[in-house]
């Protein structure tokens, strides 16, 4: 059996950036002759409060455990066949970690969410991206024997810049026979539209708020945001759900319409959709704004709606307030896109392809 070492940000089962990547694949590797082992650099007590206020001093212990950690990585590296690298070794500072382990791997798959190359002149970085160290992203990159993206544009430019010129765009996946459709699509109760996200993508959410607060006036309706921090917004009725592995399923089954805003900027072209595409498999439709990579994917009318300005939001959004018959034919052939694009079944044929390219 070939080893593989994954070496990433958070514990399994915490983060949708990693359940619904490459996480929910491991077994599915181990299946197929590999033997897998996973390097989170925080601990299970450092997940618990890194997003949390306050903390100092055990976040501080928290990060110096997790660079001891990938020293003591550094000198088993060997040991594997393939090192798998998702965002980056370490959190902080310049690509010194990754340069000794890039030159301590017999191979490297670097696994890259989202548009990490902004900021990359000095000049514009601010002083926590410069902790971040964007020198990270670029290096292995450029160095790993293979690349996966998040996007299509994203991949446009690791494919540019890797080494080997080996880089492919593999999407978040739903695991389908668990995200399953249950909405009875009617208007005889008060109809919820629903944002799930996490405190670093808040900003998007709160890009709706004067929306949400104009389709008030019009049409009586229920917001649900699910996250992992607390959120109020007085105008609305508002219902904040914690986010949990055990009732994600049943919470996003609350929905009938599901929102995913995202600024119009460079940052955005390494987003997947993944937001979108949750909403989609359980035949809901997805209100998006009209950028990056749902383009790709949802049919402006027919699986989705793409949109732009806030009037586009709140005409889209009331006409799907109003009809229980376009949410349905809407969220019907938005289910069917993601069975036949971002299932699980699907994508694990590609990952299992580059493991095998990647390790022979």
Not at 121 to 145: C, H, I, P, W, Y
Not at 283 to 294: E, F, H, I, K, R
Request: hydrophobic share 40%.
């Amino acid at each position: 059996m070939k080893k593989i070492l994954v070496i990433c940000p958070y514990p399994k089962d915490t983060t949708a950036g990693q359940r619904l990547k490459y996480e929910q694949y491991l077994a599915d590797w181990e299946a197929n002759g590999y033997e897998v082992e996973m390097s989170p650099f925080m601990s299970d007590k450092m997940w618990q409060i890194v997003y949390k206020k306050g903390y100092t001093l055990r976040k501080i212990g928290g990060t110096l455990l997790g660079f001891l950690k990938r020293t003591r990585d550094i000198f088993r590296l060997k040991n594997y066949d393939l090192i798998y690298v998702f965002m980056y070794v370490t959190p902080l500072g310049d690509a010194f970690y990754e340069k000794i382990f890039r030159k301590q791997s017999k191979k490297m798959i670097f696994d890259l969410e989202d548009n990490r190359f902004i900021g990359t002149n000095m000049e514009r970085k601010s002083l926590a991206q410069r902790m971040r160290g964007a020198a990270k992203t670029e290096f292995l990159v450029k160095t790993a024997d293979h690349v996966i993206s998040s996007s299509p544009a994203l991949n446009d430019i690791c494919l540019q810049l890797n080494d080997y010129k080996q880089s492919t765009y593999i999407s978040s996946s739903i695991d389908t026979d668990r995200f399953v459709p249950s909405n009875p699509y009617r208007n005889d109760r008060k109809v919820t539209i629903g944002w799930t996200g996490t405190f670093s993508t808040r900003q998007y959410l709160d890009l709706l708020r004067p929306v949400f607060i104009e389709l008030k006036k019009w049409r009586d309706f229920r917001l649900i945001v699910i996250g992992d921090f607390e959120y109020e917004f007085p105008e609305m009725d508002l219902e904040v759900i914690q986010w949990t592995a055990q009732n994600e399923v049943a919470d996003l089954q609350k929905l009938d319409i599901g929102v995913y805003p995202l600024s119009i900027d460079e940052w955005v072209i390494g987003k997947s959709g993944l937001k979108a595409i949750q909403y989609m498999a359980f035949g809901l439709p997805c209100v998006a704004t009209d950028v990056s990579t749902v383009q790709q994917f949802i049919v402006d009318g027919e699986n989705g709606f793409l949109v732009k300005t806030d009037d586009q939001w709140i005409t889209t959004l009331t006409e799907l307030i109003d009809s229980p018959s376009l949410r349905k034919r809407v969220g019907e052939n938005a289910r069917q896109t993601v069975l036949e694009k971002f299932s699980k079944h699907v994508v694990k044929k590609k990952y299992l392809s580059i493991l095998a390219k990647t390790t022979k």
